[in-house]
């Protein structure tokens, strides 16, 4: 089994689906930490990471009566992600590195608007996964026994219980069906190779769990096990980009095969043009906790793959989330990788350039930004410019060159999201006329641009 461990990497486990169904607090009571009642309004708004051993995996899934599962990966990486439709970007990033994914559905909902778009999402990138069906303890005089596999509680259930989760339970098999899928109780799955599996959970008893996790290294190890075995060639995805106080400006990379090390010459692809630095400091969270948390982050001199790391070094302030990672071998290599990252640029700094009227946007994280701007484009709200960190100064004269213009007062705005604003800044927009829209919660922002717009109007 430890020679598997070295054989094989974690499997990275992607979980997507609609707002609100669960997917956070799954990992929560996995983690028995409590991330979900920290986030801005309940939301998550950024990708996610946490690396969960073997041995916490093993002891996780003891109450499965008939077990017989060896464990022979070194643990389950799980990117958690946001189901808010406006985050759509950050759903196909995290999915695209994964290995299997979990679709998470709220029995009391059925499928819902993101759950199709999840559906697709591992559809198109032909990604296995398999469907919690979460909030079972919410259904009427459900009896909870903590942690306990699915059939050992099922079965202590009344018989108006039992049958009233099996009404629902089909429903959502019928919701599949008309979206083309089959798909049945994992535990009665006919064909695994056919029919999509549902695993009954709930992320408050932990219910259900144990079969979760179960089920995901069974496929992981089966089905999968020739694109989980190790490999030495780097792939590396960036994923966020934090600033992070005593670290400056960071990165938080997945990292999917081969090895980095402290001092290693990194290339990543940046809004202006290819960035080369060497890594400073190779971080990570604790063993089941969570990256995107700030908390005490382990240092490391090398780490190999699957995990998620969080990496600082200089330079990094425009790196563009999304962007592949490269290591440079040598000084001659630079060049070469410099130009082959670049091409993976985005388009979202090119499509706001030039644009004469629209307001001024700035997010903490490229991610967020993306977000934010795919949320205003559909809201049909122009961008004239954007900007990443701290509102100074110089971004609110950015929108004051609406007013310049001629452009509609409204257009002299900064929409600012999960950002500060620095005194001067905000002095300064009081006394030009720009309005500051600054709130953590991205459809928030939309609202009070609405209310303001209105309030111009009276
Ligand atoms: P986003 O990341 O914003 O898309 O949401 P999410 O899918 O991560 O859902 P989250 O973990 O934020 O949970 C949403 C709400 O549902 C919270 O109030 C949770 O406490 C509640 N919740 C989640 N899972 C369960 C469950 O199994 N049972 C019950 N009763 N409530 C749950
Ligand atoms: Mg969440
Ligand atoms: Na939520």
Redesign the pocket.
């Known amino acids: 089994i430890e020679e598997a461990k070295i054989r094989y990497k974690a499997p990275i486990v992607c979980i997507l689906?609609?707002?609100?169904?669960?997917?956070?607090?799954?990992l929560?009571k996995i983690r028995r930490t409590n991330v979900?009642a920290s986030?801005a309004g309940?939301?998550?708004q950024q990708i996610g990471a946490t690396m969960f051993p073997a041995d916490a995996i093993e002891t996780l899934t003891q109450k499965l009566p008939n077990l017989s599962l060896s464990i022979d990966v070194p643990g389950l990486l799980i990117i958690?992600t946001?189901?808010?439709e406006s985050f759509s970007n950050l759903r196909s990033r995290g999915s695209s590195l994964c290995n299997i994914g979990i679709l998470?559905v709220d029995i009391m909902h059925g499928l819902e608007n993101q759950t199709i778009e999840s559906l697709s999402i591992f559809k198109t990138k032909n990604i296995p996964f398999i469907v919690a069906l979460?909030?079972?303890?919410?259904l009427y005089e459900w009896s909870p026994s903590k942690d306990e596999a699915f059939l050992t509680t099922f079965n202590k259930q009344s018989g108006h219980v039992q049958s009233e989760f099996m009404r629902r339970a089909k429903e959502t098999i019928l919701e599949f069906n008309h979206k083309g899928y089959n798909a049945a109780l994992y535990y009665e799955n006919p064909d695994p190779e056919e029919y999509i599996s549902l695993v009954p959970?709930?992320?408050?008893t932990g219910e259900g769990i144990p079969d979760m996790l179960g089920l995901i290294l069974n496929i992981a190890q089966t089905k999968l096990r020739s694109s989980i075995i190790y490999q030495p060639k780097l792939e590396a995805t960036v994923m966020e980009v934090k600033t992070i106080e005593g670290l400056g400006t960071t990165i938080d990379v997945i990292l999917m095969n081969g090895v980095i090390k402290e001092d290693d010459n990194i290339i990543v692809s940046g809004f202006n043009g290819p960035i080369s630095t060497r890594v400073r400091a190779l971080l990570t969270p604790m063993p089941l906790r969570e990256m995107r948390v700030k908390g005490e982050y382990l240092h490391h001199k090398a780490l190999r793959a699957s995990m998620g790391v969080k990496i600082s070094a200089q330079g990094l302030d425009h790196t563009m989330a999304g962007s592949p990672l490269f290591i440079a071998k040598n000084e001659e290599e630079i060049p070469r990788l410099q130009e082959e990252v670049q091409k993976e640029i985005t388009e979202i700094f090119k499509s706001i350039n030039n644009k004469d009227k629209g307001v001024h946007v700035q997010a903490s994280t490229v991610g967020s930004l993306e977000a934010l701007l795919e949320f205003l484009k559909q809201s049909k709200i122009p961008v004239s410019s954007i900007n990443i960190g701290p509102v100074f100064k110089k971004d609110i004269m950015k929108a004051q060159t609406q007013i310049e213009k001629g452009n509609e007062k409204q257009y002299a705005t900064v929409m600012a999201f999960d950002v500060k604003i620095t005194p001067e800044a905000q002095e300064y927009a009081d006394s030009c006329g720009v309005k500051i829209i600054s709130d953590n919660i991205i459809f928030h922002l939309f609202d009070r641009f609405t209310k303001y717009v209105e309030d111009i109007r009276k």
């Not at 689906?17 to 799954?26: A, N, S």
């Not at 979460?134 to 919410?138: A, L, S």
């Open positions: 689906g609609h707002v609100d169904t669960g997917k956070t607090k799954l929560d979900q986030e309940g939301i998550t958690d946001p189901g808010h998470v979460n909030k079972i303890d919410r959970t709930s992320a408050i």
